[in-house]
């Protein structure tokens, strides 16, 4: 996974982001961030209003910190937050001359099967319903793969404020390792540099699972308070809102 976002590189660099105190490193602010990029993972994630108020959701059944979560990146205390109902993100910026890379990542525990959430999150042609600048989502191809697995080419629409961005994505299911991998398509006409990112599903016990949601690119020139934006508002919003859909089908399933 050479283009994923590293769980654990950067050192302090790629800090927690809790959502009561979200702040971006040093306060931080001078970015040379991107219009298309940022458009890219703005639209992709913005959703309706979701309260940021952590619930009263603690577990305490979950303790200590499960090996595989821990080969996420996440720390002893991201676990507790993440056991009480919050959402943990991450976030960081990596600059030279010409380029502003971006590349952040959220975690969330869903009270459904990590096979519910799998199934969620595939259905890329539903995005629109919980994804409020998500326009258009055209499934162009699907072709079966190795192992069982399945490669889907999907044409997006997004809009975010003033600005409509337009590209295509090659997604790699993979139904055995609850994984979801995506990368821009460079043979088409896209209007981002670069777009990549996983979606992954973790079992932690019955009826419950983590999501791990990673992306990554390189955007184009916008206000950097927009980028800490992204990270501190849209992000857990997404999430929590990935959340409520997934419960709400896992529970109309048993009913």
Same mark, same amino acid.
């Given at each position: 996974?050479?283009?994923?976002? *590293?769980? !654990?590189?950067?050192?302090? #660099?790629?800090?927690?982001?809790?959502?009561?105190?979200?702040?971006?490193? =040093? #306060?931080? !602010?001078?970015?040379?961030?991107?219009?298309?990029?940022?458009?890219?993972?703005?639209?992709?994630?913005?959703?309706?209003?979701?309260?940021?108020?952590?619930?009263?959701?603690?577990?305490?059944?979950?303790?200590?910190?499960?090996?595989?979560?821990?080969?996420?990146?996440?720390?002893?205390?991201?676990?507790? *937050?993440?056991?009480? #109902?919050?959402?943990?993100?991450?976030?960081?910026? $990596? @600059? =030279?001359?010409?380029?502003?890379?971006?590349?952040?990542?959220?975690?969330?525990?869903?009270?459904?099967?990590?096979?519910?959430?799998?199934?969620?999150?595939?259905?890329?042609?539903?995005?629109?319903?919980?994804?409020?600048?998500?326009?258009?989502?055209?499934?162009? *191809?699907?072709?079966?793969?190795?192992?069982?697995?399945?490669?889907? $080419?999907?044409?997006?629409?997004?809009? *975010?404020?003033?600005?409509?961005?337009?590209?295509?994505? %090659?997604?790699?299911?993979?139904?055995?390792?609850?994984?979801?991998?995506?990368?821009?398509?460079?043979?088409?006409? =896209?209007?981002?540099?670069?777009?990549?990112? @996983?979606?992954?599903?973790?079992?932690?016990?019955?009826?419950? @699972?983590?999501?791990?949601?990673?992306?990554?690119?390189?955007?184009?020139?916008?206000?950097?308070?927009?980028? %800490?934006?992204?990270?501190?508002?849209?992000?857990?919003?997404?999430?929590?809102?990935?959340?409520?859909?997934?419960?709400?089908?896992?529970?109309?399933?048993?009913?």
């Amino acid at each position: 996974r050479a283009w994923a976002p *590293s769980p !654990t590189a950067g050192g302090a #660099g790629l800090q927690t982001l809790m959502v009561e105190r979200c702040t971006m490193r =040093n #306060g931080r !602010t001078r970015h040379r961030t991107t219009a298309c990029l940022l458009a890219c993972l703005t639209t992709a994630l913005s959703t309706a209003h979701v309260s940021m108020a952590r619930p009263e959701r603690a577990d305490r059944t979950l303790a200590p910190l499960p090996a595989e979560v821990a080969a996420e990146g996440l720390r002893e205390g991201d676990w507790d *937050s993440l056991i009480d #109902g919050g959402v943990v993100v991450r976030g960081r910026t $990596k @600059s =030279n001359a010409t380029t502003e890379a971006i590349q952040a990542a959220g975690f969330i525990i869903v009270e459904a099967p990590a096979s519910a959430a799998y199934a969620f999150v595939a259905r890329h042609e539903r995005r629109p319903e919980y994804s409020r600048c998500t326009k258009a989502v055209e499934i162009l *191809s699907r072709e079966e793969a190795e192992r069982g697995r399945e490669t889907v $080419k999907v044409r997006e629409t997004h809009k *975010s404020l003033w600005i409509t961005t337009r590209y295509t994505v %090659d997604y790699t299911h993979d139904p055995g390792l609850r994984e979801i991998r995506w990368a821009l398509d460079p043979a088409a006409r =896209n209007d981002v540099r670069d777009y990549r990112g @996983s979606w992954r599903l973790i079992e932690l016990g019955p009826g419950r @699972s983590l999501i791990a949601y990673r992306i990554a690119g390189v955007p184009g020139k916008l206000p950097s308070f927009l980028i %800490d934006y992204f990270v501190r508002q849209d992000l857990p919003a997404f999430l929590r809102a990935v959340r409520k859909r997934v419960e709400e089908e896992a529970r109309a399933v048993k009913t």
